[in-house]
């Protein structure tokens, strides 16, 4: 024995010239490492879209999966005197358990409550198959022409690091796009099958026993057809398990660039709800109570020129343009599919009263950050009327910085109000709204009202002259909910929920604090 001939077996009997099967092997190690890595982005993209959580999600799939995979390289010792087969049966379990994953984690989501351990166990899984691939691989290569290790592992690294750069590329680029996140993941797992397993019945048939290689495909029909089943009743099985998430009947639904939207309405026809990302953005029932409360205490000083942080429902511009010397609003809304919908949804329509098509609206779908960065002109009135700072995407929207951009665009007599979520079920999320305000060289104001839907909801309004007065605008028009007195009693929190009770400190780019304090908060509910 040679350095060059290391002791892995009897070299196989090819069909074709081994240099040719050499590079059938290497395309095939290209072809499974980019499936992988898809495996791996869809566990991570779909934590974000049910979640939201981008920054968890991967850590817990990337930490998991690279731990299963040094368990996957140690467990492939007992396989190394069956290589051939051994890989093409964790190819054949990698391509179902991994083109299935995303279908399996809506299903733990939607029916069980149980996504979190689904996540781990998926994420442990698919990572010890992904491990055992290399060193099988190791032993196939040297079986059809030996050389020497370090020069194997090389080339075989190699190809795996191209094909998960490619991987990597075609996941956002190609997938998501055209087939979306399920699909996507079942062609993948269909592409990983056929070449995995299809490599070692033709390349390496010499190596099997007749049963092994009857064996190996018949166990290719069946996972071909079990995906391909799946792939054909993939939308089906979304709506169903969209639909378990929600109490009403959902009368649409898309996924868009951005995030999920699902409008429901109730049986009875009076509750409308739109839900982004699984939360609710309003409700028929009582969103008058929160649009009321968020925009006329704004509306009481300089209004002629406002701006709109969110609001892609159009229901806080109904409210501001029910004043007659508010000469130009702008809208900055990420996601064109919201707008689109309170545009061509006749129920959202008649809610927001057609509000999108008043000459005095302009509407911009932009990152609300990096808007703000970008725009010289001021405002007299500021609306942030955004989601919750729960994730990395959206936290940044209450930060110092943030908040020093809005004072930036402010009018020195300007003013700003902040939907700043719940004081009762997040306090210290809500008080380090007030911080960062604070930090930003804008005085606060806190106020908090009680929308049955949300239960109490917190505000604040702010100016960089110092606190403003919190008050209904003399011309304001008939309200249902909001006056005076009301607005006297929002400024007053029971004694388990005030400031000095909950320690919390701003939030920052580099310390977002808030995404902790939401997570800890509402892990309890």
């Known amino acids: 024995m040679t350095e060059t001939e290391p002791p892995t ?24 490492a980019a499936c992988g890595l898809v495996y791996e982005l869809a566990l991570v993209a779909i934590g974000s879209y049910l979640l939201g959580d981008t ?45 299935l994953s995303v279908l399996l984690l809506y299903a733990a989501f939607a029916w069980f409550s149980a996504y979190q351990p689904a996540l781990i166990l998926l994420s442990f899984v698919i990572g010890v198959l992904i491990g055992m691939e290399i060193p099988l691989l190791m032993t196939l290569i040297q079986r059809i022409r030996r050389q ?21 590329l075609a996941f956002p680029f190609l997938l998501l796009p055209v087939l979306g996140l399920p699909k996507g993941a079942l062609a993948v797992g269909l592409l990983n099958a056929i070449v995995g397993v299809t490599v070692v019945l033709w390349l390496f048939r010499h190596d099997l026993s007749r049963r092994s290689y009857v064996g190996l495909g018949a166990g290719l029909s069946v996972i071909v057809a079990a995906l391909g089943l799946a792939y054909l009743y993939s939308e089906q099985f979304e709506v169903d398990a ?40 309003f409700s028929t029932l009582d969103e008058y109570r929160y649009h009321e409360s968020l925009i006329h205490p704004v509306m009481d ?13 159009g229901l806080a511009l109904r409210e501001i343009l029910e004043y007659d010397d508010v000469e130009s609003v702008t809208v900055i809304d990420l996601d064109p599919a919201v707008v689109d919908l309170a545009v061509e949804e006749p129920v959202i329509r008649e809610l927001n009263e057609n509000s999108f098509e008043d000459p005095r609206v302009e509407v911009v779908n932009a990152d609300a950050f ?47 109000v902040v939907q700043a979520g719940s004081p009762y079920f997040a ?34 309004l702010a100016s960089p002259e110092g606190e403003p007065e919190l008050e209904v605008p003399e011309d304001a028009p008939a309200l249902e909910f ?40 509402w892990r309890g509910y």
């Open 427 to 460: 306090p210290e999320a809500y008080w380090s709204v007030g911080h960062s305000l604070e930090d930003a060289e804008l005085a606060p104001v806190p106020y908090h009202v009680d929308v049955p839907t949300f239960g109490d909801w917190g505000f604040y």
């Open 482 to 521: 909001l006056d005076e007195e009301l607005l006297a009693a929002a400024q007053v929190f029971p004694k388990d929920r005030r400031e000095e009770e909950h320690a919390a400190e701003a939030s920052t780019m580099m310390h977002p604090r808030i995404i902790g304090y939401h997570q800890g908060a």
């Open 370 to 416: 990096q808007w703000l960065r970008e725009q010289p002109e001021q405002f007299d009135a500021v609306v942030a009327d955004l989601p919750d700072g729960e994730d990395v995407g959206t936290s940044k929207l209450y930060t110092v910085e943030f908040y020093s951009l809005v004072r930036e665009r402010m009018a020195e007599d300007g003013r700003l």
């Open 55 to 99: 920054i968890t999600q991967a850590s817990v799939v990337l930490s998991v999966m690279v731990f299963a995979m040094g368990v996957g390289s140690l467990l492939s010792k007992r396989f190394q005197h069956r290589p051939a087969l051994s890989f093409a049966v964790i190819e054949g379990l990698l391509s179902l358990i991994g083109g």
């Open 9 to 32: 077996g009897p070299r196989t009997r090819l069909p074709i010239h081994p240099r040719a099967a050499r590079f059938f092997v290497m395309t095939a190690v290209f072809i499974c």
């Open 242 to 281: 969209r639909q378990a998430m929600y109490r009403d009947p959902i009368v649409h639904a898309e996924r868009s660039e951005y995030q999920e939207v699902v409008l429901t309405r109730s049986i009875d026809g009076k509750d409308l709800r739109l839900f982004l990302n699984g939360s609710l953005q």
């Open 148 to 168: 020497e290790a370090s020069e194997a592992v090389a080339d075989l690294f190699t190809a795996d690091y191209v094909g998960g750069l490619i991987g990597g």
């Open 301 to 313: 000083g300089p209004r002629e020129n406002v701006l709109v942080l969110g609001g892609g429902d």
